[in-house]
């Protein structure tokens, strides 16, 4: 292994890096949709995690076994990352690992052990094939690192496209190609392994869905069902009349049967509406509709049953509106998206209400939310930027000025009431804007937030019917003399009032903390309550909180074992300075990457391109960065860096106000043109570093690699609790101090 390897050998391995480097992105992605389609997003944030921690895993175990960097063996280990990922996902959902359980059962948190060696262990191999080649190349690390990302970049796009084309089943195998031909070599028998490998790859993806089975037996004969990059959608018998549909073992809504033609004539009212929102329809005399989260469709019926001639069906799944379009679907819905007045929108609802301000008469959202892992992948912990503060007053703005916005949900509607307050502050009486209507019953609050001061026949008599008739045990909670519920209280007082009362967290959800989902309390935390069957957020239990500080715990102890491992022999190695400096841009670099992954999917719209698109734009910029990073001032990238974060968390609000109503090609063109120039900078100083720290580069990619699960997770854990202004705070406290860092070894080295 030597760094004056001729020309044509540093290209070959420039391109082999590039292969496994797209190969483990594209794995990253194609997890976290099967992961969260069937745990949640438990097991999908864990997955990047532990993808990063196998990385500098790998590259650490060149210093201790040096034999594993030999030519031959380089290519094997390609090979070996791509037959163990091809064999990951099938085993860990075999596994059926349960996370609620998992805090109450030594053999849960063994079976968990074992799904995360098996999702190490390609990533540990890749690291292995990475470093090795850095180290060969030592002197080119520039050259090497920006194929490394540009490769990665690319692996991102294609696991998209994959899942898209394939079905994300056949995806799980064909993503493990490119680890295959980097696995190609001048050795006869490696040849040999490559093609056999290929070979099976292609087989495996042909017999894929067979192979990723789901971790139970279907409750309900399956009728539909499609996996794409955006979500798993199942279509199952629901009686006679209805079919329900699944999205990510999560989601859940019914499909009604319409007997007869919507273009032909009004069919039989369909049953179990439950809240039928056809008679406020008609009360309020609500011309355009808008639905948020159109779904099966059931709001979209009630307003056509109500009267409405323009209904505005948004959805931002578009795989489930191409079912109910066409096919045996849409003929079993009556074609009702194709009937007059309707509109079907495949887009974010948020950035849609920006577009249409003073538009709608009525915007109707009912439970429109999942707790999979959406358009940030491992790192969405279920945001959902439906809810915020600054999503209410988008709404807001997009009513009419008699307009109604009606929300209807199960658990978060304390945290809205919240949000609500926040929302119309700077209104005379903001109290007066909107009621809350309790259904005991059914378990479910209601929302109802108007343009203009809420009209005495709305609240006392419209939708005081509506809520009955759904439910008898029906009661207004606010505006109320006397409060007697905390919901109540909430809305005449504020949240800061009630909450030492309060079981779960009641502060408003903002667009830089938008975990709405996340509703546990430390000071609620209960080790009787977890044993419980339903040991969730809702109950005050802080179990996805749990995770990440689990994570983060585990992370940071590897992380520091790494940082202050001895050199196996007696040379100096990689001193204190260097390990420090490749720790601090490792954590610098993923702060930024998940902030940016998370706000631009605010900013684009919650769609499954803006978790690839946001790693195309920074890994490739960053590929430039490295590239070129022989150039420029020695301090230019941190500067720069801290610089652009500060201005970033300055202005990326009013951004989103300013350029939200915009189509969505103009918000990714503006959006990309942000990204790079940081992006290109924060590539730099790996690379920079190269010259300083010779052939333990290997190491210093191994303590960068780790680094980065720290600091994936230490973003999430800050973003939960502070939000993600913090996190690129602690970014910008983490680029600086790498600069003083590189000053040092720069000194050191003179």
């Known amino acids: ?103 109450r059962s030594w053999g849960d948190i063994a079976l968990l052990l074992l799904g995360v060696g098996a999702l190490v262990l390609p990533y540990l191999a890749g690291g292995v094939f990475i470093a090795a080649l850095l180290r060969r190349h030592r002197v080119q690390t520039g050259r090497l690192y920006a194929a490394d990302l540009v ?141 948020v989260g159109a779904g099966g469709g059931a709001e979209v019926m009630q307003a056509k049953l109500g009267g409405a001639t323009r209904i505005d069906a948004v959805e931002v799944n578009a795989a489930l509106n191409e079912m109910l379009l066409a096919g045996d679907q849409a003929a079993f819905f009556g074609h009702l998206y194709r009937s007059a007045g309707v509109l ?16 709608f008469d009525l915007i109707l959202s009912r439970s429109a939310n999942t707790f999979a892992a959406l358009s940030s992948g491992a790192f969405a912990l279920a945001e959902n930027y439906l809810f915020t503060v600054e999503a209410l007053r988008d709404f807001h703005r997009a009513l009419t000025p008699d307009g109604i916005l009606l929300i209807e949900h199960q658990v978060y509607v304390p945290r809205l009431v919240s949000a609500a307050r926040e929302a119309l502050q700077g209104l005379d009486r903001p109290e007066l804007y909107f009621a809350v209507y309790d259904l005991p019953t059914m378990h479910r609050q209601v929302l109802i937030i108007g343009r203009q001061p809420l009209a005495k026949t709305v609240i006392d008599e419209i939708l005081p019917a509506i809520c009955t008739a759904a439910d008898p045990a029906s009661r207004i909670l606010h505006p ?16 800061r009032a009630h909450w030492t009362e309060a079981p779960t967290d009641i502060s408003p959800p903002t667009d830089d903390r938008p975990f709405v989902a996340q509703m546990g309390r430390w000071d609620r935390l209960d080790r009787g309550q977890q044993r419980q069957a339903l040991a969730f957020e809702f109950a005050g239990f802080p179990l996805a909180r749990l995770l990440v500080l689990a994570v983060l715990v585990v992370s940071v102890c590897v992380g520091v074992g790494v940082v202050s491992l001895p050199q196996r022999s007696g040379r100096a190695g990689l001193t204190g300075i260097a390990r420090l400096y490749f720790a601090a841009i490792g954590i610098g670099y993923m702060l930024i990457e998940v902030v940016l992954i998370q706000q631009f999917s605010l900013f684009w719209g919650s769609t499954a391109y803006t978790f690839p698109l946001v790693l195309l734009v920074l890994l490739v910029s960053s590929g430039a960065g490295s590239f070129y990073s022989h150039r420029g001032g020695m301090r ?15 202005l990326f609000p009013y951004l989103v106000a300013l350029c939200g109503g915009l189509s969505w090609g103009a918000r990714v063109a503006i959006g990309c043109l942000l990204i790079a120039p940081p992006g290109f900078f924060m590539g730099m100083p790996f690379a920079r570093a190269a010259p300083f720290v010779g052939e333990w580069i290997d190491w210093g990619f191994a303590v960068n690699g780790v680094a980065s699960v720290v600091g994936a997770a230490l973003a999430v854990f800050v973003a939960l609790h502070l939000g993600f202004g913090a996190a690129l705070a602690g970014a910008v406290c983490a680029y600086l101090g790498a600069m003083g860092l590189f000053d040092r070894m720069r000194a050191g080295r003179a």
């Open 480 to 495: 109320v003399g006397r409060p007697t519920q905390l919901i109540s209280r909430i809305a005449a007082d504020g949240w």
């Open 151 to 291: 490769g990665a970049a690319m692996g991102g796009v294609g696991a998209v496209a994959a899942m898209n084309g394939f079905g994300v089943p056949a995806a799980a195998a064909l993503v493990c190609l490119p680890g295959a031909l980097a696995g190609w070599g001048r050795d006869r028998y490696q040849q040999v392994a490559a093609l056999g490998l290929a070979a099976a790859l292609a087989a495996l993806a042909v017999l894929a869905g067979a192979v990723l089975v789901p971790r139970g037996p279907e409750k309900a004969p399956i009728v539909a069902e499609h996996w794409d990059a955006l979500g798993r959608i199942k279509i199952y018998v629901h009686g006679a009349q209805a079919r329900g549909i699944n999205i990510d073992g999560a989601a859940n809504m019914l499909l009604h049967r319409v007997r007869g033609d919507w273009r032909e004539g009004m069919p039989v009212q369909p049953p179990d509406f439950r809240l039928d929102l056809g008679p406020l329809v008609a009360a309020l005399a609500a011309e355009r509709v808008m639905v």
């Open 344 to 359: 079907v929108q495949s887009e974010d609802a948020r950035a849609y209400a920006r577009r249409h301000p003073g538009t």
């Open 1 to 103: 292994m030597h760094d004056d390897a001729p020309a044509t050998s540093l290209r070959r391995d420039q391109l082999a890096i590039g292969l496994v480097a797209a190969m483990l992105v594209a794995l990253e992605v194609v997890w976290t949709r099967i992961f969260s389609a069937e745990f949640f997003y438990s097991f999908a944030f864990l997955t990047v995690s532990l993808a990063v921690l196998g990385l500098g895993l790998g590259a650490l175990s060149l210093r201790f076994w040096p034999a594993l960097a030999t030519s031959s063996r380089i290519g094997f280990a390609a090979l070996i990352a791509a037959g163990t990922a091809a064999l990951a996902p099938a085993l860990v959902l075999r596994l059926d690992i349960d996370f609620v359980a998992l805090w």
């Open 636 to 650: 230019l990238p941190f500067l720069f860096i801290a610089a652009w974060t500060v201005a970033h968390l300055l």
